[in-house]
Nanobody, 117 residues
Framework: QVQLVESGGGLVQAGGSLTLSCTTS????????MGWYRQAPGKQRELVAT???????IYADSMKGRSTASRDNAKNTVYLQMNSLKPEDTGVYYC???????????WGQGTQVTVSS
């Protein structure tokens, strides 16, 4: 059974930082590109960053320059460090795993991030 479990969300003041983690099981982690997405209330889910296995992170404009995505293949875990958080960063943050060849895709349940002004 495939599981992606996010953690690390919470309430933070504007300007603060959070680090999210997503630990996976049931997949060959190194065969998957790992992504972080977010969904604000009333808005579509959007890409934050993608981390390829053996490659560097690729950032979407949404949090470019304020986030660092990384992965630890030995721990089957992907991270998203977020800095200088703004109220508009509020939303549910999801972890995504996409197989590099088959494109099989899995999602975590999401973790809430709330940034207060």
């Amino acid at each position: 059974q495939v599981q992606l479990v996010e953690s690390g969300g919470g309430l933070v003041q504007a300007g603060g930082s959070l680090t999210l983690s997503c630990t996976t099981s049931g997949i060959v982690f190194s065969a998957y590109a790992m992504g972080w997405y977010r969904q604000a209330p009333g808005k579509q889910r959007e890409l934050v960053a993608t981390v390829l296995s053996g490659g560097g992170p690729i950032y979407a404009d949404s949090m470019k320059g304020r986030s660092t995505a990384s992965r630890d293949n030995a721990k089957n875990t992907v991270y998203l460090q977020m800095n200088s958080l703004k109220p508009e960063d509020t939303g549910v943050y999801y972890c995504n795993a996409r197989h590099r060849l088959t494109l099989d895709t899995y999602w975590g349940q999401g973790t809430q991030v709330t940034v207060s002004s």
